[in-house]
């Protein structure tokens, strides 16, 4: 018999063997001491192994279905850290309206090193097979991809770089391994920001990644404990217990932002909906087919940057921060945050316009958040004088 996802994200971690505390203990302990002088126990340096993060790393390999988890300091670490698997003269292929920090490092900092890179529509399998150069070395997929929710198939990107002898790395952090288990479909590497719905109170920055290949996962290790981005023990205690409710955490979620998400849609001061939820969404049986789910985040296009300003400070419910994925809603502003790395240019060629908002939906009650965010309409409407309003 196999346990649901909602079973594991509560035992995965297990009790203390010693104790039988239901919690893991966080160990905080930069080294330890060794009994033996020719043989070491199996920690020595927190750097290179903590009991506290090791028992974080294991459940999510488990949960991801992968054999080796790697727990970093941010999403950003488990990403370069990824990155850092290539080599000068390799080349990747990037979904274009990928996550802004990745933007930044890929273009900024990787580049440095001599890795080529190649940002393509990854909706569109044809171009993403023309991108492909003897040297491309990657396939990097985020799906639903940032702010605007495309729907990457990554069972045939996969096969795609299997074909051409790549490694293809997924960004899950929007579906979580609840909706969506990209090692099952075939990719390499499965990266999380897990600041975002793995721990989902907005505590703590974190990152993780997990392989399935026993040689990769060593270079990956390797890489870890060289490049020494990891995650502490106390922050890897909080997400142990974040992971724990994050299945009634996204399903409650997942339910709220589809009512969002369709109260939006017939809403005609708001010109577009990104959610992958809705049946015309073009990526939807793509995202039905590879998923459980279709999670709590969704992008709406305002008219001007005027009308998002005003729905902004109208909400009396939604935080307006950066990130998402936590007990509270979030509403965001890509345009200056998530994708302020992206120059404007590149931005408004993904969508990212200056009426563009992101809202992650939190745990309140959906009746209040709805009314909120209808209230915040109304007002725009009343401020801007948009016309043709009648919700
Ligand atoms: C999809 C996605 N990937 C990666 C990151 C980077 O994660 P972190 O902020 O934990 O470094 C973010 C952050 O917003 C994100 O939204």
Redesign the pocket.
């Known amino acids: 018999m196999t346990d649901h996802l909602e079973t594991k994200f509560i035992h995965s971690a297990g009790v203390d063997k010693k104790t039988g505390a239901v919690n893991v203990p966080i160990y905080l302990s930069s080294t330890f001491h060794q009994e033996n002088f020719d043989k070491f126990g199996p920690f020595d340096y927190s750097r290179s192994g903590n009991p506290t993060r090791l028992a974080l790393e294991e459940t999510i390999a488990k949960l991801e279905g992968g054999t080796r988890g790697f727990a970093f300091a941010?999403?950003?670490?488990a990403?370069s850290s990824a990155f850092m698997l290539l080599s000068a003269g390799d080349h990747v292929l990037v979904s274009e309206d990928v996550?802004g920090?990745?933007y930044r490092f890929i273009t900024e900092v990787l580049n440095k090193f001599g890795v080529e890179y190649t940002f393509v529509n990854m909706t569109d399998l044809g171009e993403m097979a023309e991108a492909i150069r003897p040297n491309t070395k990657v396939i990097y997929i985020?799906t639903p991809s940032?702010p605007t929710m495309n729907i990457t198939d990554i069972e045939i990107a996969a096969k795609l770089a299997k074909a051409n002898d790549c490694l293809t790395f997924v960004?899950n952090?929007?579906m979580t391994p609840l909706y969506q288990n990209p090692l099952e479909l075939g990719a390499d590497i499965v990266l999380h920001?897990?600041?975002?719905f793995l721990s989902g109170h907005s505590d703590i920055?974190?990152?993780l990644a997990v392989t399935k290949d026993e040689e990769l996962g060593n270079r990956l290790a390797f890489i870890q404990n060289s490049f020494g981005a990891v995650l502490g023990a106390q922050d890897s205690y909080l997400l142990l217990q974040g992971i724990k409710t994050l299945g009634a955490r996204l399903n409650q979620s997942s339910e709220s932002a589809q009512a969002i998400a369709n109260y939006l849609h017939n809403n005609p001061l708001v010109e577009e909906v990104y959610y992958p939820g809705f049946s015309f969404h073009p990526g939807h049986p793509i995202h039905v087919r590879q998923t459980k789910g279709f999670g709590a985040v969704l992008s709406f296009r305002l008219p001007s940057k005027e009308a998002a300003k005003i729905f902004k400070e109208s909400l009396r419910i939604p935080v307006f921060a950066?990130?998402?994925g936590a007990v509270e809603s979030i509403l965001s502003y890509p345009a200056t945050m998530?994708h302020a790395a992206m120059p404007k240019e590149e931005r408004e060629k993904r969508g990212i316009t200056d009426g563009l908002l992101r809202l992650s939906v939190g745990l309140e009650h959906m009746d209040d958040l709805l009314a909120d965010i209808k209230q915040a309409l109304h007002k725009v409407r009343q401020r801007t004088g948009e016309v043709n309003f009648i919700n």
């Open positions: 941010s999403g950003m670490a990403i996550y920090g990745t985020e940032n960004d952090t929007f920001s897990a600041t975002k920055v974190a990152g950066v990130s998402l998530s």
